[in-house]
Structure formats: structure tokens, C-alpha cells
């Protein structure tokens, strides 16, 4: 994430370039919804409370993954005209993880 840190200051200069990261925390993706039912099994509980239980102990404020369209949602905003304003940002996309101070 260096990058994100000196790049857009040499790139602003340029006009419309920005440089920006998105940090994503648990994701739902494909394997991650396999890898849960497998729990789900082991465990006997719901999927939906498996899933929050897990997220809670790991520190997930919002007590559940976070889905590939809500990446896909910021990754679009920031590269349309309304997301012009951000230079150099890291956004966390985590459910609360980072400022999380368990």
C-alpha cells in the first residue's frame, strides 16, 4: 500500500488521475460460501447464525461477510467522476474490523 501513499501526489498533477485502495476485509466469495456450509454442518447451527458467530469473534462489528457487489459498488465509485475527489485513499471495506478495539 506504499503506493497509495506517494503516487497521487506525483500522478495529481497529471489532471484526472487518482490513486486510491480498497483494503477488503471477509469477503463472500464462492469458496467462502462452501467453506461456511461445511462449518454450518460441523456445527449444527444455521448458517446465518454461524455466520454472525463467527464474525463477532472475529472482531466483525457488522457480524457478517461482506459481499463481492459491495466491492464491486466502491470499486465503481471510485473510479466515476463522483469519486474524483479522492487522492490517495484507503478505504477498509471490513465490516468494522479495523476500528474495532476489542
Same mark, same amino acid.
Given at each position: ?21 480498497i483494503v477488503p476485509g471477509l ?12 462449518c454450518v454442518k460441523r456445527e ?31 470499486? $465503481?465509485? !471510485? /473510479?466515476? =467522476?463522483? %469519486?474524483?475527489?479522492?487522492?490517495? $485513499?484507503? !478505504? /477498509?471495506? =471490513?465490516? %468494522? ?6
Amino acid at each position: 500500500m506504499q503506493v497509495t501513499s506517494y503516487l497521487p501526489a506525483d500522478l495529481a498533477k497529471e489532471g484526472n488521475i487518482t490513486i486510491n485502495a480498497i483494503v477488503p476485509g471477509l469477503i463472500g466469495t464462492e469458496w467462502r460460501k462452501t467453506w461456511a456450509a461445511d462449518c454450518v454442518k460441523r456445527e449444527g447451527k444455521t448458517r446465518q447464525q454461524w455466520l454472525h458467530d463467527f464474525c463477532l469473534s472475529k472482531g466483525i462489528l457488522a457480524g457478517r461477510c461482506g459481499w463481492v457487489e459491495e466491492v464491486g459498488d466502491l470499486a $465503481a465509485f !471510485i /473510479a466515476s =467522476d463522483r %469519486g474524483r475527489h479522492l487522492h490517495g $485513499a484507503k !478505504i /477498509a471495506l =471490513d465490516g %468494522g474490523l479495523t476500528v474495532n478495539a476489542r
